[in-house]
């Protein structure tokens, strides 16, 4: 046998070796994971509804603010807040699904 050409090939398998065994989360890692990302959504959501207020009522008040800016930004806030609602709908329809399965 010729063990410069296995050692050779051994090197070049190692570089895949180290791509593939990355380190899974341990499930306290997922779910601070995941409540980090709930809570930057949420956030989100409300930095978005709190905008669309504001140029509301700079509207209502009869401050120079475009009325196309302020569709926008009320459009924005209402899609935000329909997907937000969509994933909220799709996490309960998750959790409803686990609590039915069997043990």
Do not use: W
């Not at 899974?24 to 997922?30: D, K, M, S």
């Not at 980090?36 to 504001?54: F, R």
């Amino acid at each position: 046998m010729n063990s410069a050409g296995i050692n050779s090939v051994s090197q070049m398998v190692r570089p895949f070796d180290t791509k593939v065994s990355t380190p899974t989360p341990t499930p306290f890692e997922a779910q601070k994971s995941f409540s980090s990302v709930l809570k930057q959504s949420i956030d989100n959501l409300n930095k978005t509804q709190l905008q669309s207020d504001a140029m509301t009522e700079k509207l209502a008040r009869g401050e120079n603010v475009d009325l196309h800016q302020v569709m926008i930004a009320s459009q924005k806030a209402s899609i935000t807040l329909q997907a937000t609602m969509e994933v909220r709908n799709k996490v309960v329809e998750a959790y409803q699904e686990i609590m039915r399965m069997q043990v």
